[in-house]
């Protein structure tokens, strides 16, 4: 696998808008609701996707990291909807690709641009005893 940033990055860039788009083509068009209206459907749908994008687009890691959490809802429903409504499938397995190449894409860009910055997690002291700092006896 390339350990390039640059390369999940573009791989992100498009996956992730594309994501948005087909939810919106989807929802609103393709297959509407029946019960629910196409507005609410709408913002049930594509208000979580915009809330990361600012700062995907800005190629901001740490929103990249985070952006996948948005990403587990879409998995989440694409899975759900593959085995309960069987003629939604296609649409569905559309939704798990571009999930799923979003989710990549984000996971590695966080990583790999993260180590070039010098982002990531600060480690503490050493710690032994079951977690307990080591007595100054």
Not at 23 to 36: D, N, R
């Amino acid at each position: 696998m390339p350990t390039n940033p640059l390369f999940y990055r573009r791989l992100t860039l498009f996956s992730y808008p594309l994501l948005l788009l087909w939810v919106i083509l989807w929802h609103a068009w393709i297959a509407p609701s029946e019960t629910l209206s196409v507005w609410l459907k709408l913002a049930m749908w594509g208000i979580p996707l915009l809330f990361p994008l600012k700062g995907i687009l800005q190629g901001n890691p740490y929103t990249h990291a985070w952006a996948n959490f948005v990403l587990m809802l879409y998995f989440l429903h694409s899975l759900t909807t593959l085995y309960t409504h069987p003629d939604e499938r296609l649409y569905a397995g559309i939704e798990l690709l571009l999930t799923t190449l979003a989710f990549i894409g984000a996971t590695f860009y966080a990583r790999y641009a993260g180590r070039e910055q010098g982002l990531g997690l600060k480690k503490k002291g050493q710690v032994s005893n079951a977690g307990k700092a080591p007595s100054s006896d």
